[in-house]
């Protein structure tokens, strides 16, 4: 793991839509320096606590982002090198990692080296880039899940780990600190067991980490190299689990996460850009608080979706643009928000400083303490280092505490530290984060 990894909180932004860039151009879009908008927002996320910068496609597209036309080249929409370069020296000044968004599995059929191939047949250079039958006329051509506008690439042909190789190292090069690889549970793990120990001979301290939805997580990290891959596990059982009010379901989950943190760190998250945004998600809005302190108090690297730190709401939708709810527009500037969303911002810079003076965090295993209907207590643990999460998504009760001695964070919530054992009353829809140290 990369050492700067595990001091991180990540701040993700997907910066065609946050800059409002019209997702859909009918034609090529002019350029446009929209980009340095970004670096109107730092300030707000190191406000946030946040210490990485994770940022959507930023490459020339043809429309989405994730329809990449020219790996090496800044999407006009979005704007040109030099923006690029001011923002990474920005983020730069005020501590904050950069990592993009490698979409390696798939290109636009606008590719040029995919164009080539169409006008030329298969002795095209271009070609060799994808998987291409020509039993007859046009070739076909494989394609990401049904999308006919978006051609998978050959995983198999040198030429693919040459370019996907050549592209990661180039941005690293221009200053980034890593790569969340898109959609790499579609491409074979062998790949990238081929391509990335050549990415790390150049830039072993890079973090790469992989989007994976299903599957096994862990054999995914041993076969491949990454360093990490996306928990959506933990993802859908945090928000399911407050929705129906099953904390069963989350201390399955979380046995599981102590399971991969065996292997690795994950990737850990409540919101991102592919899914229907929290505040939307729970039926009850007292949840964001209680999925954000199981975020901060289990073993990962946590990020949070810009937007979500404000109770943004939004429904993701199976359908063409059903992606732009989840992917709004920003104001100009931070000072535009509405105030509506600050007692959530507040709540998250809380939780997020409780993450960072708790640095073991990043590798601590839960227990359980205390698992009954609606109430679970479970301990986070690293070491000699402990804390104690309580959650009561019932009527008001007492939870046992077992030698907690103050409340570090919560709602709601009380510790009695009399004669006995420890226990902290809760009311309905309560949490606490309890320490074992004496209040300052």
């Known amino acids: 793991m990369t050492s700067w990894v595990e001091h991180a909180i990540v ?94 599995n798939h290109v636009s059929r606008r590719h040029p080296a995919f164009q080539e191939a169409l006008a030329r047949g298969p002795s095209a250079p271009g070609a060799a880039l994808f998987r291409l039958s020509w039993a007859s006329g046009e070739p076909e051509a494989a394609t990401f899940e049904g999308h006919s506008e978006l051609v998978v690439l050959d995983h198999d042909r040198p030429e693919v780990e040459d370019l996907v190789a050549a592209v990661m190292i180039h941005w690293l090069d221009r200053g980034i600190g890593g790569w969340r690889l898109d959609a790499a549970y579609a491409v074979p793990a062998r790949f990238w067991a081929r391509v990335l120990p050549r990415v790390r001979a150049r830039h072993p301290d890079a973090y790469l980490f992989a989007e994976v939805i299903h599957g096994d997580y862990a054999g995914f990290v041993t076969a491949s190299g990454v360093d990490s891959v996306t928990q959506y596990e933990l993802w859908k059982a945090i928000w399911s689990a407050l929705n129906d009010r099953n904390v069963h379901e989350l201390a399955w989950a979380l046995d599981r996460h102590n399971g991969l943190l065996d292997a690795f760190v994950p990737q850990t998250f409540v919101g991102n850009h592919d899914v229907t945004r929290l505040a939307s998600r729970l039926s009850d809005p007292r949840g964001i608080e209680c999925a954000l302190a199981i975020l901060m108090t289990c073993g990962g690297t946590p990020s949070i979706y810009a937007g979500d730190e404000q109770a943004f709401r939004g429904v993701k939708e199976d359908r063409l643009g059903g992606d732009d709810a989840v992917r709004p527009a920003f104001p100009d500037r931070p000072e535009a928000l509405s105030a509506l969303g600050l007692p959530v911002f507040r709540r998250h810079q809380e939780l997020i400083g409780l993450r960072r003076r708790h640095p073991w965090l990043h590798r601590a295993k839960t227990r359980v303490v205390h698992l009954a209907y609606q109430r679970f207590v479970y301990e986070a643990f690293e070491g000699e280092n402990r804390l104690m999460i309580a959650l009561n998504l019932g009527e008001g009760t007492d939870l046992p505490a077992p030698g907690m001695r103050s409340v570090l964070a919560g709602r709601d919530a009380r510790l009695k530290t009399g004669a006995g054992e420890a226990r902290v009353a809760l009311g309905e829809g309560a949490w606490a984060i309890l320490s074992p140290a004496e209040p300052l």
Do not use: N
């Open 11 to 104: 701040w993700q932004v997907y910066p065609l839509g946050f800059v409002g860039a019209d997702i859909r151009p009918e034609r090529p879009a002019p350029l446009a320096h929209r980009l340095p908008r970004l670096i109107d927002w730092l300030d707000y996320a190191v406000e946030l606590g946040a210490s990485a910068l994770l940022l959507g496609p930023i490459f020339a597209s043809a429309s989405h982002g994730y329809d990449t036309i020219d790996h090496f080249r800044i999407d006009p929409r979005l704007g040109d090198e030099a923006d690029f370069d001011a923002l990474i020296r920005a983020a730069g000044s005020r501590g904050l990692k950069v990592a993009l968004d490698g979409v390696f």
